[in-house]
């Protein structure tokens, strides 16, 4: 959740210019603890946990692909998506300012119409999207990385639920 809310904060930042501030904050402080520990309650009380793979308790195999994975599944998904649009979107102002023959303005970094999002060069743009990325770029690398943990255990950990299950019931 609260990489999700993160790569959320990133796209609004440098997709749409929307400078996330106080609101946002707590916006993402109800979501990021309320979203899980709704999803707890619901965890242990559909499917419950047990020490089954052994000193590591981990959740029963009843129900828990719809109350914990396929929900954990669809956050990484969605984090993904907006990661990579973001990633797409940065590119593209990249190669847009690649063909920009325009010349350069720095301007005075007082805030202005022609500074605005219609009127600004693809130059510009770039100059802001890579100052953003400059300060956020350990935000990008986490991302990445809990998204490509969270679907590794995923899959690891369904699969071997499934084993575990199936060797219950074949005793033979």
């Known amino acids: ?25 707590w916006f993402s402080q109800i979501l990021g603890w309320g979203i899980p520990i709704v999803g707890l309650v619901i965890l242990l009380t559909l499917s419950g946990v047990s020490f089954r793979f052994g000193a590591t308790c981990h959740i029963n195999h009843e129900n828990s692909l719809a109350d914990f994975w396929i929900p954990l599944l669809v956050f990484a998904g969605l ?8 990633f797409g979107y ?12 325009s010349a ?13 999002v219609r009127t600004m060069t693809p130059r510009q743009a770039y100059r802001r999207v890579r100052r953003v990325i400059q300060l956020q770029w350990r935000g990008i690398v986490i ?7 969270v679907i ?19 005793v033979n």
Do not use: N
């Not at 609004?12 to 904050?25: A, D, N, S």
């Not at 940065?90 to 023959?101: F, G, H, M, P, T």
């Not at 720095?106 to 605005?116: C, D, H, K, L, V």
């Open 152 to 170: 590794f255990f995923s899959i690891v950990f369904v699969f071997q639920d499934d084993s575990v299950q199936a060797a219950k019931e074949d």
């Open 1 to 25: 959740m609260w990489i999700f809310l993160r790569a959320l904060s990133l796209h609004l930042q440098i997709c749409w210019q929307i400078v996330v501030g106080r609101t946002y904050m």
């Open 143 to 149: 991302v990445l990385v809990i998204m490509a943990d």
């Open 104 to 116: 350069s303005t720095e301007g005075s970094g007082m805030p202005s119409y022609t500074a605005s």
């Open 79 to 86: 984090t993904l998506i907006i990661q990579f649009s973001t």
């Open 90 to 101: 940065c590119i593209k102002v990249y190669l847009a300012s690649l063909a920009d023959s």
